[in-house]
Every structure is written in structure tokens, then in C-alpha cells.
């Protein structure tokens, strides 16, 4: 492709689309409502319509009606006339559109510019950083990423549903979870109980689940992603910030197999143990897991990340080990303001990919030995606020080999539904939670 003379181009505009924008809101002042959550005076090429655009909005916003007469006065008065092309040019504006039907037409033309200016204007930036040797390739490439992902978040307009679209798309929904008859309207993570009580993960949750180190937290992840990828065949995605992936397969193959993970350290395996494997194996060979082993993971990689699996990979619910471990674009951030700009960050992940997310999360000390509450999740009040669900996961800390250990799962929060607690049973040897002996799975 060729470059050469591009610096010498005219940048993306239509003047005409601006001035057909600015005269269309004259002819009808109502129009500016259509206008002001997709247009700011910076999407305008033209510095005069920016002053124009910039005296409407003033005017709006004082709940003055705007004509030509009361545009002039304001520019006047901010001394901003001759800057905007004087009085004459005001009075043209309302020659410019015979209508303002197309009001919105002319605005998303305006808005298209000026989004080609800025992907033209940060390519620019982008070259020129990537000259400067003293940088690490990989700051900027990260500083790239949040770029493009500021761009395309701006992008995005903002939609109103009447009551009537919103009502028949509920009954719509409803409609088709009576037909199918099934228990859960979301993604069953296995554990009976909790399946209940939530219906499954729901699409466009983030879901907490905390504990103290040690106590499963990632044994229990493990244990719901065995449940939904191997067993239930959804694709799934688990961000391991903490673990390899090979130990996480080694902990997967204890689990699905049922032979203990001191075993698969050591070697000392029988006969019988390499059979069991080799059939688990096979099922977990063929299941839609995705892994990402990244320690130091950055936040704008990790959300670049999830969407390439759900696009690619078809992934319906991702799983984070663990939420404090995710890395902010600054490290002198303080720990409650790291925590709140995560946990903001995936509940919006999760709305836009419109999959469950399941984060991890560690709680505070003074939890060691008794039953977590909210306000013990370690690092920011944020994390309750923006989760739908967060879950406690609490047991005695083994003192010898138990083949079993009750534990328990305490839904402490559930912004649609019940709270309670969840009977469990751990299996040190797998590390691996199951329902209780005395209630019903899936």
C-alpha cells in the first residue's frame, strides 16, 4: 500500500454533514436531544462549528430555545461571535437543510469523520512511539490496545427501550424457558444446591468467589469448570494468574479420575490408576477448555483476551484465578483504587461478551478460622458493589488425612435471587468439592 504524500492529505470531514447538523437543530430545537448523546463540539472538523455547537449545548442546557437571534447573542457573549464565522453565517445555517428529519443521518456522518481523524491521529502516535527505543515494545503495545479500546467504548451510543420492547422481549424469554422445561436458566456449575438457588450462572454476572489462601479456592473453580467443560461440554475459559497449566491439568486429571494428586506427584501409580487416567484423559482431551496461564497479567490483556475466546472459541462463561493478581495500568496505584478499577472493569467484560464471569478473590485476615462476610473481601468495597453474586467458601483446615471434609458455600450476596448456605463435601486427596452425601446433585 502506498504512503507517500499521506501527511499531505486532508483529513476524513464533510463540512456540509456539520453544517447540515447545526442548521437542522436550528429548524427544530427538540432535534438537539437526538444529537447530544452522540456528538461533542471535538467531533467537529470545523473550528467555527465547534463554537456553533458548543453555544447550542449552552443554550440547551439552560433550557433556552434556541433560534438564530439567541445563538448570535450567546456567541456575542462569550465573545466567541467573529471566531464562528459572525452573524451571517448563523442566519445561513437554517438555509443549509430544507428539513432536520435527517438530523441523525447527518450527525452519524459527523461522528464518522471524526472517528477516522482520531484512528488516523493515533496511528500517528503509535509510529512515532514505536521509534523510541528507550520504551519496551511491550508498554506499547499495551498503550496501543487502551487506545483502540477508548476509541471503540466511545464509539458506542447510548440506547433507550420503551417499556413495550422491553416487556415483549421478558415474555419472549420467559416463553421459551417454558418450553424448554429446563431447571436453569443459566450455566449449572454442578454443585446442586447452588444451581438451585441461582438457576445456573447468568449471562452478564460477575460472580465472587472468596475464601482464605488454602482453603479451595481454586479447587472449587476447578471442580465447577470440570463440571461445565468436561461433563456439560460448554465451552469455558480459565485465566490462571497463579498456577501453570500443567498443574492445572495435573489437578483436572486427579479430579476427573479419581486418583489422588500425591500420586500423580510422585509416580507411584498402579496399573488400575494409569487405566483411570488414560479414560479421563480422553474426556478431557476432547472438551472446549481453554487455558491461559499468564502470572502479571494486565487487565487491558486479560479483556483482550476473553473477547478473542469468546469470538474465536465460542467461550459462554470465563473463570479468573485471581482477581488480585490482575495488574492496572498504573503500579503505584493504591490497592483499594487497583481493586475497584478490576472489579468495574469485568463487570462491564461481562455485560459486553454477555457471559457469566467467575473471579476469585481472597478475603481478610481477621477471617482466618471463622465464616467470611462481605465486608472482609480483601482490597476494595468496589468488589461487593459491582458483583451480582459473591460466594464464601469456608471449611476447617485439615489437621490429618481425611479421606472427606464437610465445607460449605455461603452465598452472601445474589443481586436476583435468594442467599444462603450450600452444603458441600471436600476431597483432600482430589482436591476437589462435591455435593454433600445427603444432597441431591445436578
Known sequence: MEYQGLKDKVPPQNLEAERAVLGAMLLDWSSVNNVVSLLQSDRF?????????????????????????????????????????????????????????????????????????????????????????????????????????????????????????????TIKLIEDRYKRRDTYTGIPCGIGQLD?????????????????????????????????????????????????????????????????????RSGLLSMSDFQKLQDAAGRIFNAPLYVVDQPNMQLLDLRALARRLVVERGVKIIFIDYIGLIGTENPNAKVYEAQSEVSKSLKALARELKIPIVALCQVARDAEGNEPNLAQLRGSGSIEQDADVVMFLHRERLKSEEPAQEAKLIVAKQRNGATGEVKLTYLPAYTKFENAANEEGE
Open 45 to 169: 472538523f470545523s473550528y467555527q462549528n465547534q463554537l456553533v455547537f458548543e453555544a447550542m449545548i449552552s443554550l440547551f442546557s439552560q433550557n433556552i430555545h434556541g433560534d438564530a437571534l439567541a445563538l448570535v447573542n450567546e456567541l456575542d457573549k462569550r465573545g466567541k461571535l467573529q471566531e464562528a464565522g459572525g452573524a451571517a453565517y448563523i442566519a445561513a445555517l437554517s438555509d443549509t437543510v430544507p428539513t432536520s428529519a435527517n438530523i441523525d443521518y447527518y450527525a452519524q456522518i459527523v461522528h464518522d469523520m471524526a472517528t477516522r481523524r482520531d484512528l488516523i491521529k493515533m496511528s500517528e502516535e503509535i509510529k512515532a512511539t514505536s521509534f523510541d527505543k528507550s520504551r519496551e515494545s511491550r508498554h506499547i503495545l499495551e498503550e496501543a490496545e487502551k487506545k483502540i479500546f477508548s476509541l471503540s467504548e466511545r464509539d458506542e451510543s447510548v440506547k433507550v427501550h420503551e417499556a413495550r420492547a422491553m416487556i415483549d422481549e
Open 196 to 264: 438451585t438457588m441461582t438457576s445456573g450462572f447468568q449471562n452478564e454476572e460477575l460472580i465472587i468467589l472468596g475464601a482464605r489462601p488454602s482453603i479451595g479456592k481454586t479447587a472449587m473453580a476447578l471442580s465447577m469448570m470440570q463440571h461445565i467443560a468436561v461433563g456439560k461440554k460448554i465451552p469455558c475459559g480459565f485465566f490462571s494468574l497463579e498456577m501453570s497449566y500443567q498443574m492445572i491439568g495435573q489437578r483436572l486429571l486427579s479430579q476427573e479420575a479419581r486418583v489422588g494428586g500425591g500420586k500423580l
